[in-house]
């Protein structure tokens, strides 16, 4: 993610506990922290294929590292062919208005608009 | 007239009497316990026909109650409860009865025994939950409330058709399985696929459930998908065309839901993908399948529901379910963030989550039966259900830029709520057995093995290091206020512009023969006026000379004539 959107300043008291314990999160070092950990799993579930004894159906199943290929290339080819596909698609937001509720807002009567300030 | 008291009375009981309580608390309170009531109904119920009665010569059977009907009746219940906790701050009167007699049409629904009776409870499920959406009481609303309208009610008419059809052929209106032939059964099998959105026919569904209420899409994403769901499989078991419908629908919304920007739309769009997974598990219609679709039902009305609920805390506190306009609610609402986390996770199907337990019945119930592609269909269908529902929900709304809003936590009821559904998400994944105990057939699966739990983590991780990598790499997809192009854009672009383009071709060909037939026509009177009008050839006095000229000119041309 791009970090050049200013993150708004807040007063970490106001948080609620859970929030404030988890701040850390904001802090993009930590987020390399947890690719780092995503890495090191993913590298753990395929040493573990060798670890023990497959029951599979398909002789596909016993490539070890299947299942770590397979969702790896079909989530990678799914994303950059839904990329592709809502170029032909994509529309603005008031294409089908105002029969449509894309470009309405939710009315304003029916929330509960609080904020951690009020 | 029936020996057990059917549950659905109990719901209509309660709509009528709920308008009467003050509204507030003890309204919210009435509203809860019916289902909670009803629930033990359906428990107390012996298996067998019951409530049978006859009306106009036909026999009427109100309750089947067995295992598959049970267990639909009993979801339903604890689906409508947990609704009800999240919509315990909602004071408007229609939404409150609706949302009674809705749930109340479609648990009579799964108990009916026969087709009239099916067919009652199936309109008043389309009726009943029109007005959660047209509760929003916006013009777009309206509209949105009116197209669903048309196809529900579509699918009963279909329905009505399919079963007088189906009286004419066998004489009897029983609801029993049926293989699909003449067009007696085609209509059933049509009306029961509108409901269930195949392929096609699912538009409704996202154009739909998006445009209801806060609490309207968390009740509508539990009934009318599932009740057709169990219509099918009461119906339908075992049909092969279903595992090609199911594959279809398992994969054809992914790619919806990962550009779609409405993040209720997003959960629509995989809602539909998750009853791909139960109509295969239906087309292949052995035990361990059929096992498989109705726990899948009954776990994914849970977690659907969950996701529903926090996403639907978002939009109550920021007014937007918009990827493009949330992220990094997690400071200000972590509860609402887990409580998201845990419905991904169930739906991603991890270990010790409920989808985990009730998916793999039915991959393993497609690949028993040699059906490998499907399989394979199937487990690409569940690492996409990570990507938009596992991460990009809870990742755009929770995480990702920080949107700037510092909305409050969910109200209490809506924790509540969306608490107890995750307990019962992850209750059902770390200890199936109960669940397992009440499916239509035996079990002898065990979901809790070393290779599936490692194969499971093994898919799961990649996938979410492939969002990870694509994400860095600037690749995924950004999140854009936009409305994308599916089905409905036929009925809803296309045909008006085709009524519109053929409708001006017409007019443009009546004015052109019209203006010719007119210009002809004047021509005509113009030709009459010169000839027989006042100055025309044929009125005027004609000196006698002339006359004699004529005849002699005649004479002498049939003179030489003659002579010729």
């Known amino acids: 993610m791009s970090s050049e959107m200013k993150t708004p300043e807040t007063d970490p008291s106001k948080l609620p506990w859970l929030g404030r314990k988890l701040l850390w999160l904001d802090n993009t070092r930590n987020v390399g922290h947890i690719i780092y950990a995503l890495l090191i799993l993913c590298a753990g579930l395929v040493a573990a294929d060798f670890m023990y004894h497959k029951h599979s159906y398909l002789d596909i199943e016993d490539i070890p590292g299947f299942y770590a290929a397979f969702g790896f290339l079909m989530c990678a080819a799914l994303i950059v062919c839904a990329r592709v596909l809502r170029v032909i698609l994509k529309r603005d937001e008031d294409y089908y208005s105002p029969k449509d509720i894309a470009s309405e807002a939710y009315p304003e009567e029916q929330l509960s608009r609080e904020t951690i300030n009020d | ?564």
């Open chain 2, 1 to 564: 007239m029936t020996d057990l008291f059917p549950p659905f009375l109990i719901f209509i009981a309660g709509a009528l009497l709920l308008p009467l309580v003050p509204n507030g608390h003890p309204r919210a309170l009435v509203a809860v316990i019916v289902p909670v009531i009803s629930a033990y109904f359906i428990w107390m119920m012996p298996e067998g026909m019951h409530g049978q009665f006859t009306l106009v010569g036909q026999e009427l059977t109100l309750l089947r109650v067995d295992k598959l009907s049970t267990i639909f009746g009993l979801v339903f219940s604890l689906a409508a409860f947990l609704a009800l906790i999240y919509a315990w701050h909602v004071r408007d009167t229609i939404q409150q009865t609706m949302a009674l007699l809705y749930a109340g049409a479609a648990i009579g629904a799964v108990f009916a025994g026969d087709l009239v009776s099916l067919f009652i409870f199936w309109e008043g499920t389309a009726i009943a939950s029109v007005f959660l959406i047209w509760a929003r009481r916006t013009e777009g609303a309206y509209w949105t409330g009116m197209r669903y309208l048309i196809v529900q009610v579509g699918s009963g008419v279909i329905l009505l058709a399919g079963m007088v059809l189906q009286y004419n052929e066998t004489g009897s209106m029983a609801f029993e399985a049926m293989t699909l032939g003449g067009p007696a059964t085609w209509a059933i099998f049509i009306a029961f696929g509108v409901k269930c959105a195949f392929p096609l026919l699912h538009n409704w569904m996202p154009d739909a459930y998006p445009a209801a209420t806060v609490t309207g899409t968390v009740i509508l994403s539990a009934f009318t998908t599932k009740l057709a769901v169990y219509a099918l499989a009461r119906g339908f078991a075992g049909t092969e065309i279903l595992i090609y419908i199911g594959a279809t629908m398992a994969i054809f919304p992914v790619f919806y839901a990962v550009i779609e920007n409405d993040l209720r739309r997003v959960l629509t769009y995989s809602l539909n993908q998750q009853l791909g997974f139960m109509v295969v598990g239906i087309g292949v219609g052995t035990e361990l399948a059929l096992n498989g679709t109705v726990a899948h039902a009954f776990a994914s009305i849970l977690y659907q529901a969950l996701l529903f609920m926090s996403i639907g805390a978002v939009l109550f506190r920021t007014g937007t379910a918009r990827a493009s306009e949330l992220g990094g609610l997690y400071k200000t609402m972590p509860l609402t963030m887990i409580f998201c986390l845990i419905g991904a996770a169930s739906i991603s199907s991890f270990p010790l989550f409920s989808g985990f337990v009730s998916k793999s019945l039915i991959l393993s119930g497609s690949v028993h039966e040699g059906h490998y592609i499907v399989w394979g269909v199937l487990l690409f269908a569940s690492a996409g259900a990570f990507i938009h529902s596992g991460i990009k929900v809870p990742f755009f709304a929770f995480f990702a830029q920080d949107s700037g809003m510092r909305p409050k936590e969910a109200p209490w009821n809506m924790l509540l709520a969306m608490g107890i559904t995750a307990f019962l998400c992850i209750a059902i994944g770390v200890y199936p057995d109960p669940i397992y105990a009440l499916l239509p057939y035996e079990v002898v699966y065990v979901p809790y093995t070393t290779t599936h739990v490692v194969t499971q983590l093994q898919l799961l991780f990649f996938s979410a290091l492939a969002f990870t990598v694509l994400m860095r790499a600037g690749i995924y997809p950004t999140e854009l206020k936009s409305v994308n192009l599916d089905f409905d854009w036929t009925y809803r672009k296309l045909g008006p512009a085709l009524i519109k383009g053929v409708r001006s071709l017409i007019s443009s060909v009546w004015g052109a023969l019209i203006g010719a037939g007119l210009r002809g026509v004047n021509f005509g009177i113009a030709a009459l006026e010169r000839a027989h009008g006042a100055d025309g050839l044929l009125a005027r006095a004609w000196p006698t000379g002339s006359m004699v000229l004529w005849i002699a000119v005649l004479l002498g041309a049939t003179l030489l004539l003659n002579y010729m």
